[in-house]
């Protein structure tokens, strides 16, 4: 599904603002078919420069990038991906049925399958009764569920989630990860970037450690957890091994 072969990218010195900067330094991992990742590190790891190579938003210096089985993907190609960002931004005159149907139909989506699906997922995400209101009035949480629902609507097969637990409460989370979960089971992969590491263990079965633009470590969480478990402690979490790895390479 993704495949990131030594990729490298720098973004360039900027006049009389910042110096050229190595965001990524030769990262390899793979994502396959079915399988979660959680893509996981630091503030300016490169996790997000990760996301927009595979969003097209940018290109990489080096390396190579395999998207659904194809090295130069073409905008058609994501109409396979849903793409959930960390940040949304919706134009404030919108209503969450007229946001989804703007996304469906940009796949191409019949009208009436728009409606099935966007009634399906708005009921599964709590917020069908406030369909017809202005995302503008949308609490945090809301337009996040609403993001969510733009992300499914046309049934991707690949789903990027980023950061999607921010703006959630405790039982916003927990539908969510509910969510996840089933989805994993009908066999979609999603790479799964966030900061709350016990939702990325929750979730998923393996880690990529990214950090200042190199891979740490590419593999499975309990392995990882093996590796970094002491005498004293038989088994530890992820946010524990997370911490012993970033802590060993800057030692």
């Known amino acids: 599904m993704i495949q990131f072969i030594e990729v490298h990218k720098t973004y360039p010195k900027q006049i009389n603002r910042s110096p050229a900067h190595r965001a990524l330094k030769g990262i390899s991992f793979s994502l396959n078919q079915g399988q979660t990742l959680g893509l ?16 097209g938003y940018m290109r990489a210096d080096k390396g190579k990038l395999i998207l659904l089985q194809d090295e130069n993907p073409s905008p058609l190609t994501r109409r396979h991906i ?5 940040t949304s931004s919706f134009p404030a005159n919108l209503t969450c049925m007229e946001l989804l149907h703007f996304a469906g139909r940009c796949c191409d989506m019949p009208k009436q399958l728009i409606m ?24 945090k949480g809301m337009q996040q569920r609403a993001s969510f629902a733009a992300a499914l609507i046309h049934d991707p097969e690949l789903l990027i989630l980023d950061e999607p637990m921010s703006g959630l409460d405790p039982i916003g989370r ?24 016990d939702d990325v263990e ?17 593999g499975a969480i309990a392995d990882l957890c093996a590796q970094q478990s002491t005498q004293e402690k038989d088994h530890i979490s992820l946010q524990d091994a997370f911490v012993s790895v970033v802590q060993g390479k800057q030692a």
Not at 82 to 86: C, M, N, Q, V
Not at 116 to 139: A, F, P, T, V
Not at 205 to 218: C, E, P, W
């Open 82 to 86: 849903g793409y959930l960002p960390e």
């Open 202 to 218: 929750r979730i998923t079965d393996h880690v990529a450690i990214l950090h200042h633009g190199k891979m740490l470590y590419n």
């Open 116 to 139: 099935d699906r966007s009634e399906s997922l708005l009921k599964r995400l709590g917020i069908w009764n406030d369909r017809n209101r202005r995302l503008s009035q949308y609490s």
């Open 174 to 197: 927990a539908e969510i990860i509910s969510l996840i979960h089933d989805l994993r089971k009908q066999g979609k992969s999603i790479l799964f970037c966030s900061h709350l590491l």
């Open 40 to 55: 996981i590190g630091q503030n300016g790891a490169g996790k997000s420069t990760s996301i927009r190579l595979i969003m």
